[in-house]
């Protein structure tokens, strides 16, 4: 939930597997744009059993939990 995560900003992957189900709708997204920050153009996102439907990511989804920056 900080501001900022002290990681580098140009990573190829991100596994978040069943975390976000813990926070309320407007944290998913918080932190979800937080770590879109950090993927390199073209690096993913892998989920658990977190849902998506109702944010609004700049990303595309490759397949069920896996999304891509675009």
Do not use: C, W
Request: proline share 4%.
């Amino acid at each position: 939930m900080a501001s900022s995560f002290p990681t580098d900003r140009d990573v190829d992957i991100i596994f978040l597997r069943n975390v976000l189900i813990y926070f309320e709708k407007a944290d998913q997204a918080a932190v979800i744009s937080r770590l879109i920050d950090h993927l390199r153009p073209g690096g993913y996102l892998l989920l658990g059993t977190e849902s998506m439907v109702g944010t609004s990511i700049s990303m595309r989804q490759v397949a069920p939990a896996v999304f891509q920056k675009i």
